[in-house]
């Protein structure tokens, strides 16, 4: 019997017993899949338009170099 404690509600939980791990119960799975469809929940992203010194992957693979001609 491993106790955990929900991220949503922070309710302590036996990790055995829940369908809906690593949720207490579906209600708080529910809340946690709306906060992402909100966009309330978000990836850190470089937006390379912003940053010039960030260059994508693609661009500096060989034989794909921006000073090429």
């Known amino acids: 019997?491993?106790?955990l404690r929900c991220p949503i509600?922070?309710?302590s939980f036996d990790s055995?017993?829940?369908t809906a791990m690593?949720?207490?119960s579906e209600r708080c799975r529910l809340i946690d899949l709306g906060k992402?469809?909100?966009e309330k929940y978000?990836?850190?992203v470089v937006d390379p338009d912003e940053?010039?010194?960030a260059?994508?992957?693609q661009e500096l693979r060989p034989g794909n170099r921006l000073d090429e001609d």
Do not use: V
């Open 16 to 18: 055995e017993k829940t």
């Open 36 to 38: 992402w469809l909100d």
């Open 55 to 57: 260059i994508p992957d």
């Open 1 to 3: 019997m491993a106790l």
């Open 42 to 44: 978000g990836l850190p």
């Open 51 to 53: 940053d010039p010194d």
């Open 22 to 24: 690593p949720f207490c």
């Open 9 to 11: 509600c922070g309710q």
